[in-house]
């Protein structure tokens, strides 16, 4: 590139390579300077584009700047954003799978989605593609080896029958009027009716994985088209799906306040939801000290 911008440098320009069509040009006699004269009523200036060497060098600069600035196919580009949301999930499934089948390298896991999230968003897309399959086969040797029995991975709920299941949807309560502004739900991420699957905010659709039942008596919040699943999470740690018979906190919806709150002061929580631009599909719900802010509001209904 550098000794194509010199070729080009080299080049001469002069005043000459521009000349005016006259008749005394044409005629070979000296040419005046452009001030002097210049060409009389019903003559004509025409532009003479300048050498082809001119130009091919020019382009071929330009040319050379553009490739330059667009990515080369060995350049490592960061993971994407979505790419990301789903690699924080599948560690936090993975992790939670393994503390509860008490693998020894699961005691003391990582289970902040934000933490997995922000590692991504600083990784190539490879690196972290490596680490999710990493990842998958880290838990399989767990859970085959774990008390010295084989243990299955648990399975997905099958898909419950044809028509809406019972129960009605948690949506966050909307910050303004705005009709253009989707309503965003309590979902199941990705519709993995499963253990281990963490609870996040996406656009309202009514189906299964965003209708919930509420059981008063025993405190749960269960899944209404698996209702043996329930919502559960210890402070400061995401939401996730868990069998309702290991739920450590009850939990019950408040009218009054429309949170989904506990005993002991805990509350749902979008995570960093007190920032606006974190108030957003994808967002992890978390188990948070209850301050009845615009990010623990739920409406409950149909």
């Known amino acids: 590139m550098r000794a194509i911008a010199a070729e080009a440098r080299s080049i001469p320009l002069s005043t000459d390579a521009i000349p005016w069509n006259t008749p005394e040009r044409e005629g070979g006699e000296p040419a005046s300077s452009l001030s002097g004269s210049r060409p009389q009523m019903g003559e004509f200036m025409t532009f003479k584009p300048p050498c082809r060497g001119i130009v091919a060098a020019v382009a071929a600069v330009a040319f050379a700047i553009?490739?330059?600035?667009?990515?080369?196919?060995?350049?490592?580009?960061?993971?994407?954003?979505?790419?990301?949301?789903?690699?924080?999930?599948?560690?936090?499934?993975?992790n939670f799978r393994g503390q509860q089948a008490k693998c020894p390298d699961y005691r003391s896991a990582n289970m902040k989605w934000e933490s997995h999230l922000q590692w991504c968003e600083q990784q190539p897309r490879d690196r972290v593609e490596s680490l999710k399959e990493t990842s998958s086969a880290k838990l399989d040797g767990c859970l085959t080896s774990a008390q010295g029995a084989a243990v299955p991975p648990v399975a997905p709920v099958p898909a419950p029958p044809a028509g809406p299941a019972k129960g009605k949807s948690f949506h966050l309560v909307p910050a303004g009027a705005e009709d253009d502004v989707p309503l965003l739900c309590v979902d199941v991420a990705g519709g993995a009716l499963?253990?281990?699957?963490?609870?996040?905010?996406?656009?309202?659709?009514?189906?299964?994985?965003?209708?919930f039942g509420v059981d008063g008596r025993n405190g749960r919040i269960y899944l209404a088209a698996a209702p043996h699943l329930c919502v559960d999470g210890i402070p400061n740690q995401q939401l996730l799906v868990v069998q309702c018979q290991s739920v450590e906190t009850q939990w019950r919806y408040e009218e009054?306040?429309?949170?989904?709150?506990?005993?002991?002061?805990?509350?749902?929580?979008?995570?960093?939801?007190?920032?606006?631009?974190?108030i957003r599909s994808r967002r992890p719900l978390i188990a948070w000290p209850c301050h009845n802010g615009p990010n623990q509001q739920f409406i409950y209904n149909d």
């Open 256 to 278: 009054r306040t429309k949170t989904i709150r506990s005993s002991n002061g805990m509350c749902w929580d979008v995570s960093g939801g007190r920032r606006p631009e974190n």
């Open 194 to 211: 499963a253990q281990g699957t963490p609870v996040q905010l996406w656009k309202c659709h009514g189906k299964a994985p965003q209708l």
């Open 66 to 94: 553009v490739a330059g600035l667009a990515p080369s196919p060995g350049r490592t580009q960061p993971a994407p954003e979505n790419n990301c949301f789903n690699f924080a999930n599948q560690m936090i499934a993975d």
